[in-house]
């Protein structure tokens, strides 16, 4: 049996194998693209594989982080144009709507720093918080729904894709728990 050399790492693999099976990488003769890093569905069988896959997901999971800074950001933004559009019409009404906006930001950026330990569960409590909003948003006044739909969409999408990048990250680090055995603990 032909057997192929990882460029990566060394290791022989069977010809016509896609990836290798020491570091997880793709080897080239199966990818015209060259090399890629194989996350969540293979996990590679040496420890400087897994840690080549863990770095890529590490990357992913840090979406989550971003994403709520991001979101936190938009709130500041909106607090302060909001307020400064109230507060000629209703002084009263733009103090509360900058101290809640101001408020969600402060919670945003605690979940982003959250996110940097935990992707998984900050990203969760990120997209519920804003769907809560959204809604509540949406009982007060029914045609909010209309006004900014694209960034709303487009903010729900974004924590989405971190709750996303959250669960390939647990199930990368479940599975590397698994594959290290109880002497690991």
């Known amino acids: 049996m032909a057997m192929a050399k990882c460029p990566h790492c060394g290791a022989e693999n069977a010809e016509g194998s896609a990836f ?10 199966a990818t015209p693209t060259g090399p890629r890093v194989v996350t969540g569905e293979a996990m590679a069988a040496t420890s400087a594989g897994r840690s080549v896959q863990e770095d890529q997901l590490r990357k992913q999971a840090k979406q989550a982080c971003i994403a709520l800074f991001a979101v936190a950001v938009l709130q500041v933004l909106a607090a302060l144009l909001l307020s ?53 948003d949406l009982v007060a006044d029914p045609s909010s729904l209309a006004r900014g739909w ?27 728990g698994q594959s290290a055995g109880p002497a690991a603990s």
């Open 20 to 29: 290798c099976a020491g570091c997880g990488k793709a080897l080239p003769s």
């Open 150 to 176: 694209l960034i709303k969409l487009l903010i729900v999408i974004v924590l989405a894709k971190a709750v996303e990048a959250g669960v390939k990250y647990r199930q990368f680090k479940a599975q590397a």
């Open 84 to 136: 400064s559009v109230l507060r000629e019409s209703n002084p009263r009404a733009a103090s509360v709507v900058l101290a809640v906006l101001l408020v969600l930001a402060a919670i945003y950026t605690g979940l982003g720093f959250w996110a940097r330990v935990n992707p998984l569960p900050a990203a969760i409590v990120g997209l519920v918080l804003y769907v809560s909003l959204v809604v509540l």
